[in-house]
Structure formats: C-alpha cells, structure tokens
C-alpha cells in the first residue's frame, strides 16, 4: 500500500508569490493535518482536516489556507510568500480525526523562498 | 518557552554504543506521548507511542519511558548502528485539540 504522498518534492519561489502544496493521504484514510518544519526546528500544526471541514488551525496568518477533497486529498495554500515561509511543509494522514491515532507522515515539500 | 523540551541538542556516539535521549513536556492534559526518527529531508517516522497509563514501550532496540508524574520520557538506543544517524523528535497530543506538539528534536550522528 502507497504511504502518504507529497507533491512537489521540492519548490523554488520568490517573495510575494504564491504556493499550493499537495498531499495525497494513506487509502482508507480521512483525516489530514499540515505542518510546518522550519530547518532546525521540530514540526508545527498549521491545520487539520477531517470529512473535507477544518478541525484545527496552528498559529499561522491567514495567508495560509488549506482545504480537503472528497478523495480526502488536500491542498496547503500560501498567499504573499515570505522568505520566513521557506521551510520543509509536512503532512500526515490518520484513520479518523483524534489525535490520540497513529498519524503518518509523508516525504514532505522543501520549499525555498528567495 | 516550548511546551516539549529535548536534550541533548546534539549527540556523537561511536558504533555499537548505547545512548539516551531526553524529553521533557510542561502541557496538561496529556493523552499520548510519541517518539519519532526523521531523516534529513525526510518526514518523520513513528517509534513508539505511550498513553498515560504505560511507562515503557520498546520498538527493535527502542526503548521508550514514561514518567507521567514528572513529565518527563527518554527514548534508549541499544547497539547504535550507523543508520541510526537522525534526528529523534519527542511530541504528542498535549493539550486540548488535535493537534500534535512536538520538540525541537536531538541530532544523533553515530560514527566508525
């Protein structure tokens, strides 16, 4: 069975531009959750997605923004790329939204704003 | 001052030697504190999770504890390999919602 897949691997952009990372979570699976991982750093929540509805957001501006297909397939958006946005952006897939369930990661999006 | 806290920042050991790694947490409530080694680029992959009610749980030559009371856990190594060169990130549900809360991670180098 395919673990989480991620696309783009990585991604190369300039200030003020825009983004939309793409994840594809473990079959059977309906919750989906972002991260952020800033080089050195461990990762953080930026939001979760369970049945297509937010169920949690970090604290992130709102230039970022996600959403959830009904495959449960998601999108990260970011609006007004910073140079603070270039960062490693991880998602993870569970079986259902507590997070008290076993979420898996996958290979991430490396992404560079410069 | 992060709610997960992990030490040592960075390790250096040789081949075959043990090691442990430290994880202090300050967040209540607590529901599961989780283990995780990530490879550089890599998305983090699971070692162990604990819930509240258990105070060790191994994985191969991975051995998590728990001290609830104190809020502390530390993940043992056995018989480092080379491949065990990662970063070790300590986190879990801390807190209300559902989102996990993680450490700033150990840097393990394992060398010849």
């Known amino acids: 069975d395919a673990g989480v897949t991620q696309s783009p691997t990585h991604l190369i952009k300039t200030r003020g531009q825009h983004v939309t990372l793409r994840c594809s979570p473990i079959s059977g699976h309906k919750s989906v959750s972002w991260y952020q991982q800033v080089l050195g750093q461990g990762p953080q929540f930026i939001f979760q997605y369970y049945e297509k509805e937010e169920r949690g957001r970090g604290n992130f501006p709102d230039r970022f923004s996600a959403r959830q297909f009904p495959n449960y397939s998601s999108e990260l958006n970011v609006n007004a790329l910073l140079l603070g946005d270039s960062a490693l952006y991880l998602c993870a897939s569970s079986l259902v939204q507590t997070a008290s369930y076993e979420q898996y990661f996958g290979p991430g999006t490396r992404l560079t704003v410069t | 001052k992060n709610q997960v806290e992990q030490s040592p920042q960075s390790l250096i050991i040789l081949e075959g030697k043990n090691c442990t790694l430290q994880c202090n947490y300050t967040v209540s409530p607590f529901s599961n504190l989780r283990w995780y080694k990530q490879d550089t680029g890599r998305g983090p992959v699971s070692l162990t999770i604990?819930?509240?009610?258990?105070n060790t749980k191994s994985n191969g030559r991975y051995t998590a504890t728990l001290d609830a009371d104190t809020k502390q856990s530390s993940l043992h190594i056995t018989a480092s390999q080379l491949s065990d060169s990662a970063s070790y990130i300590c986190g879990g549900r801390l807190g209300g919602g559902n989102k996990l809360t993680f450490g700033t991670g150990t840097q393990l180098k394992v060398e010849l």
């Open positions: 604990m819930t509240f009610s258990e």
